[in-house]
T-cell receptor
Framework: DGGITQSPKYLFRKEGQNVTLSCEQN?????MYWYRQDPGQGLRLIYY???????QKGDIAEGYSVSREKKESFPLTVTSAQKNPTAFYLC????????????FGSGTRLTVV | RKEVEQDPGPFNVPEGATVAFNCTYSNSASQSFFWYRQDCRKEPKLLMS???SGNEDGRFTAQLNRASQYISLLIRDSKLSDSATYLC?????????????FGAGTQVVVTP
């Protein structure tokens, strides 16, 4: 079955550490997105990519980095510059135009310890 | 002003009752509209697309009012399993790739 897979499901980060969240899709979607969700709040766009080897900053890109070397993969690195990284991170993908909406992965819950 | 606004609720609904809520959007050129459902600590899942003529999927009915720039969702014969947060989603008009704008969600709590 086609889908979008995020790993790990839970991740614990120490202060000052960089961590990378994985996102892989086999839906042949061109566009991929990373969102952050804080408790009781809506989704905020971190980065998005509409084509391989190209990506754009979203509304809250500071402290994050991404790469898009393959169509299927869009990993997100949470760097030590991100001061408040504890959140629920969601990866999504879509066809161009998103006329069928987005398909989301099941998310990664990141906690700073 | 936020691009997509929703009443956060919660809407407390007795089982079997009908509940309806709206979402307003600011960009008149938005082209695609969706309702997503998000359960606690889970990812959002597409509930239904919203078409200009309105559409129905079982107990769920979605309407679009372009003139007043809002979409609505109506749930009939509410079930306990309908308890969730419902996200209103619209496309950004200037983005041909279809980047979506998400509302913060309306919480629905169905009670026995």
């Amino acid at each position: 079955d086609g889908g979008i897979t995020q790993s790990p499901k839970y991740l614990f980060r120490k202060e000052g550490q960089n961590v990378t969240l994985s996102c892989e899709q086999n839906l042949n979607h061109d566009a991929m997105y990373w969102y952050r969700q804080d408790p009781g709040q809506g989704l905020r766009l971190i980065y998005y990519s509409q084509i391989v080897n190209d990506f754009q900053k979203g509304d809250i890109a500071e402290g994050y980095s991404v790469s898009r070397e393959k169509k299927e993969s869009f990993p997100l690195t949470v760097t030590s510059a991100q001061k408040n990284p504890t959140a629920f991170y969601l990866c999504a993908s879509s066809i161009k135009g998103a006329r069928h909406g987005y398909t989301f992965g099941s998310g990664t819950r990141l906690t700073v310890v | 002003r936020k691009e997509v606004e929703q009443d956060p609720g919660p809407f407390n609904v007795p089982e079997g009752a009908t509940v309806a809520f709206n979402c307003t959007y600011s960009n008149s050129a938005s082209q695609s509209f969706f309702w997503y459902r998000q359960d606690c600590r889970k990812e959002p899942k597409l509930l239904m697309s919203v078409y200009s003529s309105g559409n129905e999927d079982g107990r769920f009915t979605a309407q679009l009012n372009r003139a007043s720039q809002y979409i609505s969702l109506l749930i009939r014969d509410s079930k306990l399993s309908d308890s969730a947060t419902y996200l209103c989603v619209v496309t950004e008009s200037t983005d041909s790739w279809g980047k979506l704008q998400f509302g913060a969600g309306t919480q629905v709590v169905v009670t026995p």
